[in-house]
């Protein structure tokens, strides 16, 4: 005899209220089936779409303010590279004797040597503000925490129209 022969010898054999009961459960089975398979994801998908598309909103006004922010910076003329020398020179200077600034073709490297951290933070704000960018650099801490000083060295890409 098969399985199935054997199943439907079985059912059969059930009183009418079993069957209603094993129905019932298999059908409750189905419902929680098709729940977690169909309806649940989508159902959270669907809620969760809301905040998501306020995360992508905010994200695209953010690029939207870079993009034009980048488009102003393009839009201003480029400054000639005997300006950028000297305002990287007169800042040199506020970087105290451990500073040194040498001038090779289209780049100016600024060598450190144990400068002080409040020197080097106030000279990099000054720099940024001129809107003077290192292209690399490279520091490394020197001294205790009472008594934090900076080694190392920067490089900056000079215009390249009116470069030495």
Do not use: I
């Amino acid at each position: 005899m098969s399985a199935v022969a054997a199943l439907k010898l079985r059912w059969a054999a059930l009183a009418a209220r079993e069957r209603s009961a094993l129905l019932l459960a298999g059908v409750v089975l189905l419902a929680a089936l098709v729940w977690s398979v169909l309806l649940g994801p989508a159902l959270l998908t669907l809620r969760d779409a809301a905040l998501k598309n306020q995360q992508l909103d905010r994200e695209f006004e953010q690029m939207q303010r870079l993009q034009a922010r980048a488009q102003a910076l393009q839009a201003e003329p480029a400054l000639a590279a005997s300006v950028v020398e000297q305002m990287l020179q007169g800042y040199v200077a506020t970087l105290g004797k451990g500073a040194t600034l040498q001038l090779q073709g289209e780049q100016a490297t600024l060598t450190l040597v144990r400068v002080p951290a409040q020197n080097l933070a106030q000279w990099l704000a000054d720099v940024r503000a001129a809107k003077l960018h290192p292209g690399t650099f490279h520091l490394q801490r020197d001294g205790a925490a009472a008594d934090v000083a900076w080694s190392g060295s920067m490089v900056f890409q000079l215009p390249a129209a009116a470069a030495h």
